[in-house]
């Protein structure tokens, strides 16, 4: 490796990782997934050399394993569970289920193949490492991270005076500077602003004496989407019921846009509204997604402060500010906070992402409430998919 170690942790990775692959842990050890990755900035280049650095960092992360004080630490959180945590004490990633190669053009190409409950947990390493690689090896790192520290007391000195007032987690893990900088990060936000409950970042929410906060993410109800015996556009009701069957009411905050919000609600019913805390936001535009979810909890005589409507899409502070004036009073409002957090250089960040493409050998894909970040690589699938969730909506008006 030319670069010191990426990953030093396997706790260096977002919380509802955990979450998700419990559940996968105690009901679904049968399915099996494949995950692509994609980088959706134009005119990126990636280089044999940073494919060399890629591959090296890999083969590094494949030889952690959980310490006895990580694994101490998991077990601390209220609703992982013991069997679960010595599932951890056993696994570590393989790398035979991880294949990189680079096209003449400079696309990098990842494909993650194993058993769902394994092959999920490579995400998040996965783009870290790509992020870091990129960043050190195509510019002068420490003049990036001179510029995201300006950024940052800028960030910082808006809290102090007063002109954000809004809680916040940090959810910077996936598109990240490096890991030292989420450290700075992480560490400064939580000391100087004062309005920082927490990180997704297990590794330093451990470090930092943090809340590790997490819900779950696409890939969760898309594996439903494999599962030969449930309609396609019932997967949220397996997605939910599992869910709660796990959590019991804990740990309860339901990402709405997999297969669209609209179609979430429909199974989002009178028993979920009452068992889950709250839910997420991640497309789609964040006013009319919260005065429909406020209708929704209205609609079955739950009072919306009771409830939590957390934002995730592609904040920044002034936008997470609007978005809690705008609500305040009317829900308990909650913000995850990534890329503005981690990689604010002036540099415009990678926009990659590895997505669960098939599970059991079928397609999968998410919906989205804004078409553009829809993503499958069979198109046949994602327009059936689509009629099946407008045949329901149009059915169940």
């Not at 940073?50 to 630490?73: A, V, W």
């Not at 490579?122 to 991270?145: G, H, P, Q, S, W």
């Not at 910077?172 to 989420?182: D, E, H, M, V």
């Not at 009178?270 to 889950?276: G, L, P, T």
């Amino acid at each position: 490796m030319r670069l010191d170690p990426i990953i030093v942790s396997l706790l260096d990775t977002d919380l509802y990782k955990f979450n998700m692959d419990q559940v996968i842990f105690h009901k679904h050890t049968d399915l099996v997934g494949e995950y692509y990755f994609l980088c959706r900035n134009e005119g990126v280049v990636f280089t044999p050399e940073m494919l060399g650095e890629i591959d090296s960092q890999i083969d590094y992360l494949c030889g952690l394993r959980f310490r006895k004080e990580e694994l101490d630490y998991l077990r601390s959180i209220r609703f992982i569970k013991p069997d679960y945590v010595e599932f951890l004490r056993l696994w570590h990633p393989l790398r035979d289920y991880v294949e990189t190669s680079l096209a003449p053009d400079g696309t990098l190409s990842i494909v993650v193949r194993g058993p769902l409950f394994s092959a999920m947990q490579f995400e998040i390493y996965l783009l870290e490492i790509v992020n870091e690689v990129y960043f050190r090896m195509k510019y002068d790192y420490e003049a990036l991270r001179e510029s995201a520290k300006e950024r940052l007391e800028a960030k910082i000195e808006g809290f102090r005076e007063g002109k954000y007032t809004f809680k916040f987690a940090e959810f910077g893990c996936r598109r990240r500077l490096s890991r030292a900088w989420q450290d700075v990060v992480v560490k400064r936000l939580a000391e100087q602003t004062g309005c920082c409950v927490g990180t997704s970042n297990v590794y330093l929410a451990k470090k930092h004496d943090l809340k590790p906060i997490g819900t779950y993410a696409h890939e969760y109800v898309q594996m439903y989407q494999g599962i030969d015996a449930i309609p396609l556009a019932y997967t949220n009701h397996y997605a939910l019921t599992d869910w709660y069957d796990e959590y019991r009411g804990d740990n309860g905050t339901a990402l709405t846009d997999t297969i669209t919000t609209d179609l979430f609600l429909k199974d989002f019913n009178r028993a979920m509204v009452n068992n889950f805390s709250g839910v997420r936001h991640d497309s789609g535009d964040p006013y009319e997604w919260g005065e429909k979810i406020i209708r929704h909890y209205e609609h079955y005589g739950v009072d919306p402060m009771t409830k939590t409507l957390m934002f995730s899409d592609s904040l920044d502070f002034d936008r997470a500010q609007a978005l809690n004036d705008y609500f305040s009073g009317r829900a308990k409002v909650s913000f995850g906070i990534g890329t503005f957090c981690s990689n604010d250089t002036g540099v415009e960040p990678l926009n990659i992402v590895i997505k669960l493409q098939t599970v059991n050998g079928r397609p999968v894909a998410k919906l989205s409430d804004t078409p553009g970040k829809a993503m499958c690589r069979d198109t046949t699938y994602l327009e059936y998919l689509k009629r099946s969730v407008d045949f329901r909506l149009a059915r169940e008006k």
